[in-house]
Each structure stands twice: as structure tokens, then as C-alpha cells.
């Protein structure tokens, strides 16, 4: 089984843009494709958090990279993700630049994420965009139970690029990288955090100025998430439901 994160996609770029889409396309036509309405502040902390743990941004209470100005660590968040639940099972299981801590986190995989998982420049994105890709090759190669990867750059990119042309060029690089994964696995689910929107029209601003980094800020998030599924039988109707449709699938 594949879990295929998309920080900050959003059916408002996907659905004009599908033609350029071929990955996402076919597989939205042999799947089953939905939104999900984030409930709450669209935040991506929380909500990756979430979709790996079956609990709500309430129930687990982890809503930063920081407290008290300390990064936290995957051991100061006491839940079991899918990966450990399953991994207890004795299945392989493997995740691969999961953006709910700082830098991403990994289970059972060796890598470094870009920009400390915050890339910042086009160079960045595309490097990015590339080493994941790379390392989940490697990981599917290995034929595992289950991998869940994520890829940060299209909420930079949409943050700094909302609006032009940039955007939809970006999503057609990583549907080409979407692609070279699905050919490891028929049982999938691609998944956005939050959706995106002008920075201007976000009901809750998730950033403090229009400004970041030194850059222009014109996109911000949005409560509609995307939910891609093939081959899944469990309906995922809040973000927490991916946890249990993946332990669904795997019986436990």
C-alpha cells in the first residue's frame, strides 16, 4: 500500500489543470476522488499529525514545530502512528518526510530533508521533489506492506507563487514523480493536508503577515483538502480516517 502526501494541494489547481495531469487524472478515474473539510485551523503540524494517528489536532495536542522555543521531537509526541502500529504487527512498513515535525520525520529510512524540510528556492523544490522520489523508489523496490511519503514543496510554492503560472507548472512536475511511484502499487491514497487559496480570501490567516522570508506572501491555506483513493475500501471523510483506513486494510 502507497499513502502519497501533497502538502497544500488543492482541487482549485488540480481541476482546471487535469489534461496536464496525467497521473492524477487516471488515477481519479480508477479510484474515487473527494474533499476533505478541515475542521479548525488549517494548520499542516496538526494536521499530518492526524492523518498518521487516527486522533484529532484536540485529542493529540500537537500544534507546533516549537514550545517554549524548543524544536520537538518525535519522542515528545506521545501517540502511535500508523507505522508503529503496524510495524508492531510485523508488517514493513516505512515513512518517508512526514512534515509534523521539524526537520521531517522518517521511520525505518536514512535521509536528510531539504532546507531542513522547509525549502525555500526553486533549487530546493526541485531537489526535493527529486530525493524523495529517489529514496521511495528504493523503498518500493523492496516490495514493503506499506509507505507513507510526503512532498513539502507545492505549500512554499503556492505560498510565494498563488495566482501565476508557476503553480500549475509545479503541480505537472510533481504528478510526472507521482507517477513513477504508482507503478509499485495498486492499493493507493494521495492526500493533501489543507487546500490553498489567495492570501486575501483565507477565512483563518495561518500566517501573521503577508510576508515571509523576506517575500511577497500570496497564497494562504485553505480548509479543502484533497483525498485521492484507489483501491481502498474504507471512505475517508475527515483527516483521521486515513489512519483507520489503512489499518483497515490491514486488518488490525
Aim: proline share 5%; aromatic share 10%; hydrophobic share 40%.
Amino acid at each position: 500500500m502507497l499513502v502519497i502526501g501533497l502538502d497544500g494541494a488543492t482541487w482549485k489547481v488540480i481541476q482546471p489543470n487535469l489534461e496536464n495531469l496525467p497521473n492524477i487524472k487516471r488515477l481519479i478515474r480508477e479510484g474515487k476522488a473527494a474533499t476533505v473539510i478541515v475542521k479548525g485551523k488549517p494548520l499542516s503540524v496538526p494536521l499530518w499529525c492526524s492523518i498518521f494517528s487516527g486522533k484529532t489536532p484536540e485529542e493529540h495536542g500537537h500544534e507546533g514545530f516549537m514550545i517554549n522555543d524548543q524544536l520537538l521531537h518525535r519522542d515528545d509526541i506521545h501517540l502511535d502512528f500508523i507505522w508503529d502500529t503496524l510495524a508492531k504487527k510485523g508488517y514493513k512498513v516505512f515513512a518517508l518526510n512526514i512534515p509534523f515535525v521539524l526537520p521531517p520525520y522518517s521511520f525505518r529510512v536514512q535521509y536528510k530533508p531539504v532546507g531542513y524540510g522547509l525549502p525555500e528556492t526553486e533549487e530546493e523544490w526541485s531537489e526535493e521533489l527529486e530525493e524523495v522520489t529517489k529514496c521511495a523508489r528504493k523503498i518500493l523496490e523492496q516490495k514493503p506492506d506499506l509507505l507513507c511519503v510526503v512532498y513539502t514543496l507545492l505549500d512554499r510554492v503556492q505560498h510565494y507563487y498563488w495566482g501565476e503560472k508557476e503553480v500549475a507548472e509545479w503541480y505537472q512536475r510533481v504528478d510526472v514523480k507521482i507517477g513513477e511511484l504508482l507503478k509499485y502499487d495498486t492499493k493507493v491514497i494521495v492526500l493533501s493536508d489543507h487546500g490553498f487559496c489567495d492570501f486575501n480570501e483565507a477565512k483563518i490567516k495561518t500566517l501573521k503577515r503577508a510576508v515571509m522570508n523576506g517575500r511577497a506572501v500570496k497564497g494562504d491555506h485553505h480548509e479543502e483538502a484533497v483525498i485521492i483513493t484507489k483501491n481502498i475500501f474504507m471512505p475517508i471523510k475527515e483527516s483521521e480516517d486515513v489512519y483507520y483506513a489503512i489499518q483497515n486494510e490491514f486488518k488490525v
